[in-house]
């Protein structure tokens, strides 16, 4: 582990604070995923955080990359389901509705949407993204390693400007520490609930639904549905409703 500190606190301080076993500091990491599948393999405690200042190989679904330079949040944990046998999918949509609880926590008024299967979007544009990547031992899952971006006083390229937004841009005086104080013992305890999310967190998920009612060219063609309490995203294709598990979203 590393010995920095976050806003002037150390690791174990952090740990404390949160109520987690223990927290990794790092000035650079390839990335935080990584870091949680290798310390899933030396027997870490469920509830193992590591944050990293700057990823330098963050990544997202399907390969894709994640910019992750200074001044953002990039978060993995350590979740250990026992003898619950989660979907990744509802824990990602768990995970997202944490995110976006925070958000309009520190914004002070409704602002962040859920875009299926792990983004969280304000102003139509990209915050935070969220990947979570199971091991197995046969039959039994060993662990659930859970990966958290989010934009947070970090330089976005102009390429990505109409695309991504920073949370500086809507709660300007925000700091790192006021984000994870919100999100991180909540994270802490969204593996025990179960395999599938119950009525009231689909419902929050259809408050949030910024996909509802659009016309999606991929991962299946037709209209936006919502979400089963699996996590799939449902799809109206016109002569059906079909339930989608992964895929990447395109609108038509």
Same mark, same amino acid.
């Given at each position: 582990?590393?010995?920095?500190?976050?806003?002037?606190?150390?690791?174990?301080?952090?740990?404390?604070?949160?109520?987690?076993?223990?927290?990794?500091?790092?000035?650079?990491?390839?990335?935080?995923?990584?870091?949680?599948?290798?310390?899933?393999?030396?027997?870490?405690?469920?509830?193992?955080?590591?944050?990293?200042?700057?990823?330098?190989?963050?990544?997202?679904?399907?390969?894709?990359?994640?910019?992750?330079?200074?001044? &953002?949040?990039? *978060?993995?944990? +350590?979740?250990? $389901?026992? @003898? !619950?046998?989660?979907?990744?999918?509802? #824990? %990602?949509?768990?995970?997202?509705?944490?995110?976006?609880?925070?958000?309009?926590?520190?914004? &002070?008024?409704? *602002?962040?949407? +859920?875009?299926? $299967?792990? @983004? !969280?979007?304000?102003?139509?544009?990209? #915050? %935070?993204?969220?990947?979570?990547?199971?091991?197995?031992?046969?039959?039994?899952?060993?662990?659930?390693?859970?990966?958290?971006?989010?934009?947070?006083?970090?330089?976005?390229?102009?390429?990505?400007?109409?695309? %991504?937004?920073?949370?500086?841009?809507?709660?300007?005086?925000?700091?790192?520490?006021?984000?994870?104080?919100?999100?991180?013992?909540?994270?802490?305890?969204?593996?025990?609930?179960?395999?599938?999310?119950?009525? %009231?967190?689909?419902?929050?998920?259809?408050?949030?639904?910024?996909?509802?009612?659009?016309?999606?060219?991929?991962?299946?063609?037709?209209?936006?549905?919502?979400?089963?309490?699996?996590?799939?995203?449902?799809?109206?294709?016109?002569?059906?409703?079909?339930?989608?598990?992964?895929?990447?979203?395109?609108?038509?």
């Amino acid at each position: 582990m590393g010995r920095l500190g976050l806003d002037g606190l150390p690791g174990n301080v952090l740990a404390q604070r949160w109520g987690v076993p223990q927290v990794g500091l790092f000035r650079r990491l390839g990335s935080t995923l990584d870091a949680i599948h290798d310390l899933g393999a030396q027997d870490a405690p469920h509830g193992t955080v590591v944050l990293a200042e700057e990823q330098t190989a963050g990544r997202g679904r399907d390969g894709r990359t994640w910019r992750s330079p200074a001044g &953002g949040v990039w *978060l993995g944990m +350590l979740l250990r $389901p026992g @003898d !619950v046998r989660l979907e990744p999918g509802s #824990l %990602a949509i768990r995970a997202g509705l944490v995110v976006a609880d925070a958000v309009d926590e520190l914004v &002070g008024r409704p *602002l962040a949407w +859920l875009k299926w $299967p792990n @983004d !969280v979007l304000v102003h139509d544009r990209k #915050l %935070a993204g969220i990947l979570c990547e199971s091991r197995w031992h046969g039959e039994a899952l060993q662990w659930i390693a859970l990966g958290l971006g989010v934009n947070l006083a970090n330089e976005l390229p102009p390429e990505l400007g109409a695309r %991504a937004v920073a949370l500086r841009e809507v709660a300007p005086a925000v700091e790192r520490i006021d984000l994870l104080d919100r999100l991180v013992p909540t994270l802490a305890r969204i593996g025990g609930p179960g395999a599938l999310l119950a009525e %009231a967190e689909c419902a929050a998920f259809a408050a949030r639904d910024w996909l509802h009612g659009r016309m999606l060219r991929s991962p299946a063609q037709g209209l936006a549905r919502g979400i089963r309490p699996d996590g799939a995203l449902l799809v109206d294709a016109g002569t059906g409703t079909i339930g989608v598990r992964e895929g990447h979203v395109e609108l038509a």
